[in-house]
């Protein structure tokens, strides 16, 4: 049985993205217009350019899918690009400082960047969100929600309620332009926007994802490369422009005294049914992962993207040709992408937690892997309760 993975395929102005999905189990009910609407969302947000005007992001499923519910088989998924002409995009040959362009004309050995940024592009994250999105379908089916907003443009910072729930966040987040999960943060935000726009600049932030409803155990410490932590910081980090990730308290965990960091443990038989199964924290500073596994809290993904390297007012560069210096090339592009990476990055966790809860649960069908989830909540509930503990 093929472990739970995906590529991508395409280029920028090519014919198509694609994202190839494989280890699926069957009978997961694939709902296309969710799949669409994450799509849509992700060519949305205020400081997005013109790109998104002409491209439609629906998909089209090739495979694996019969009758809207998965047959276990690969999945290909296809997101045609409107703006589909690679032959004719005239050469780069003055690389903009911050994007591929130099450190990948250096290494295939050409002048001409393009045949770099037309891969490196944000635009392949369309195929990663459409992965996401099938996962998501998975992780619905067992009330595990995903939740991902903006909490920083430029330097503007949004403070969001930390006992908020999925349906609280997603309501507020889904209620303006920059998918921002605090309401009185939302002008000032869209005022950063405007005015790098207005100083034909650009401008970075700071995406969050929660999970919700995970049960404790998913990922696991005996091997580096299973835990839960590294692999979404993986993931997130991995998503173009992104330059840090963090997990519950983060970085600024290096300022408190442990006191202040670890999230005592009480037990209230009253949560046994919730994810934590009644093993209750006062705070949740871990970010819901503990020795790489979820311990049954919220997790908490941040991720900071930099600003977009595409500038109307060029930097300084050289030309590839000549080697002397010019101003660097502008390409069409967005003045602040951080609320369409905030719909990436909540796909790229799904993707991950799916995988995780697969390799805990796994089986051909879901209705395997509802059994041996199911088993496990039983056993997790009943510890301590035979013979004393
Ligand atoms: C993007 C599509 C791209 C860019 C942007 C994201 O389209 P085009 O280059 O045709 O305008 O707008 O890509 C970048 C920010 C980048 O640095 O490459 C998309 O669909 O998200």
């Not at 009978?27 to 060519?43: F, K």
Request: charged letters at 25%; aromatic letters at 4%; proline letters at 5%.
């Amino acid at each position: 049985m093929a472990r739970l993975d995906y590529r991508t395929a395409g280029e920028s102005h090519g014919q198509a993205l694609i994202a190839l999905v494989e280890g699926m189990p069957a009978g997961v009910p694939i709902n296309l217009d969710r799949v669409n609407a994450e799509m849509h969302r992700r060519q949305g947000g205020y400081g997005r350019g013109g790109r998104q005007k002409i491209e439609q992001d629906d998909v089209t499923l090739l495979s694996g899918v019969r009758q809207s519910v998965t047959l276990g088989s690969p999945i290909a998924i296809q997101i045609a690009n409107k703006d589909f002409r690679i032959d004719e995009a005239p050469p780069v040959h003055r690389p903009r400082p911050g994007h591929a362009d130099l450190a990948g004309s250096l290494k295939w050995l050409t002048t001409d960047c393009r045949g770099t940024l037309e891969r490196a592009s944000a635009r392949e994250t369309a195929a990663r969100v459409a992965a996401g999105a099938v996962a998501r379908c998975l992780l619905d089916t067992f009330g595990i929600e995903i939740v991902g907003f903006v909490v920083r443009i430029g330097k503007v910072q949004a403070e969001v309620d930390p006992t908020a729930g999925a349906a609280a966040l997603r309501a507020a987040r889904d209620a303006n332009d920059v998918y921002c999960a605090d309401p009185s943060a939302v002008e000032p935000m869209i005022e950063q926007i405007k005015a790098a726009q207005l100083a034909r600049d650009t401008v970075g932030g700071i995406v969050e994802v929660q999970v919700h409803g995970l049960c404790p155990g998913v990922g696991s410490c005996l091997r580096w490369q299973d835990r839960l932590d590294g692999r979404l910081m993986h993931a997130v980090g991995a998503i173009q422009a992104f330059k840090g990730v963090e997990i519950g308290l983060g970085f600024s965990a290096a300022e408190r005294p442990g006191s202040e960091v670890h999230d005592e443990i009480d037990f209230d038989p009253v949560l046994r049914d919730a994810p934590c199964l009644g093993f209750r924290r006062r705070s949740n500073h871990a970010g819901g992962l503990e020795g790489g596994m979820s311990n049954g809290q919220p997790i908490i993904v941040r991720g900071v993207m930099k600003p977009i390297s595409t500038l109307l007012q060029g930097r300084a560069s050289v030309s590839l040709v000549t080697r002397r210096p010019e101003r660097s090339d502008y390409e069409r592009s967005d003045v602040c992408a951080v609320p369409a990476a905030s719909v990436v990055a909540e796909a790229v966790v799904a993707f991950e937690i799916a995988r995780a809860f697969l390799e805990k649960f796994g089986g051909d069908t879901l209705c395997e892997v509802r059994t041996a989830y199911e088993q496990y909540l039983a056993a997790a509930r009943a510890l301590g309760e035979r013979a004393g503990g």
